[in-house]
């Protein structure tokens, strides 16, 4: 048992079943990179999508 509590993963990578633990959560990025696409398409910033979450 490691001194782990919660790996958190991207899914820009896929993770295979035989590797998938309790311990790790997987976030989508989906809805980042669909509004940055939008933004780029529309010519607008995307900067404020990098600033960093409040905890």
Do not use: C
């Not at 919660?6 to 809805?31: H, Y």
């Not at 939008?38 to 910033?45: A, K, N």
Request: proline letters at 2%; zero cysteines.
């Amino acid at each position: 048992d490691s001194g782990i509590k919660e790996l958190i993963v991207t899914d820009t990578i896929s993770l295979s079943p035989e590797k998938k633990i309790d311990k790790i959560r997987i976030l989508s990025v989906a809805g980042l990179l669909g509004e940055a696409i939008m933004r780029i398409h529309r010519s607008e910033s995307i900067s404020s999508l990098f600033k960093e979450v409040e905890k």
